[in-house]
């Protein structure tokens, strides 16, 4: 079974570029998750969809961060204009979803760096 | 709303020594507790997990973690920790509903020879 895939794994940006990062959960997973975690940090939810709707988003900086999940199966997350401090690993994790508490599995995440 | 305390940033310990990771919680409502490993460069990978039952929950790769309620506490164990062990540690609550995790901050574990 293939996991999350994620891309690009690394990015370097100029601060008031823009960046988007790409995720594919596994296949069969309704539930898609976002997280942001910046270094010494734990990872922080930025977004969750069920399906191709929002569940959570209260953590995601919506002046800046928006995120998509238009056919209910790959996601995009994009940031624009970046600031310095939106340098993180970003990870995308997947689950197959409902009530209960199933695992959540992660990708290997991308490396943003703003300079 | 739930949070997570890991006390111990960095953990420095011997191979084949005993280790125990720290976990806090606080929540006002029944929780999910997990504990996720990761390695270098690499995603979180899920050690294990309480839902509800035995306070003592086993994983993968010889650790286990006792739940608490009273301490509001999950620490994690392993009687004899390996090199390849060497990686960052994260303890995480969930409440019951749509499954969002809470992290803590994280626990370096250094384990030398």
């Known amino acids: 079974e293939a996991g999350v895939a994620q891309s690009p794994r690394y990015k370097i940006i100029e601060k008031r570029q823009s960046v988007a990062f790409w995720c594919n959960p596994i296949s069969g997973h309704a539930t898609l998750y976002w997280y942001q975690q910046i270094l010494g940090q734990g990872p922080k939810l930025l977004i969750q969809?069920?399906?191709?709707?929002?569940?959570?988003d209260s953590q995601l900086p919506k002046d800046r961060f928006s995120a998509e999940r238009l056919k209910g199966v790959d996601s995009t997350l994009k940031i624009q204009p970046a600031k310095l401090e939106d340098s993180a690993v970003y990870l995308c994790a997947s689950s197959l979803g409902g009530q209960g508490p199933d695992e959540q599995y992660f990708g290997p995440g991308t490396r943003l760096t703003v300079t | 709303a739930q949070s997570v305390t890991q006390l111990d940033s960095q953990v420095p310990v011997f191979e084949e020594a005993p280790v125990e990771l720290r976990c806090n919680y606080s929540?006002?409502?029944?929780?999910?507790l997990f504990w996720y490993v990761q390695y270098p460069n690499q995603g979180l990978q899920l050690l294990l997990k309480?839902?509800?039952?035995?306070?003592l929950v086993k994983g993968i790769n010889g650790f286990e973690a006792e739940f608490n309620k009273s301490q509001t506490s999950f620490h994690l164990r392993k009687p004899s920790v390996h090199i390849s062990d060497t990686a960052e540690y994260f303890c995480a609550v969930s409440g019951q509903g749509f499954q969002k995790l809470v992290f803590g901050t994280g626990t370096r574990l250094l384990v030398s020879p």
């Open positions: 309480y839902l509800s039952g035995s306070t």
């Open positions: 929540s006002s409502v029944s929780v999910y």
């Open positions: 969809f069920q399906n191709n709707g929002v569940v959570d």
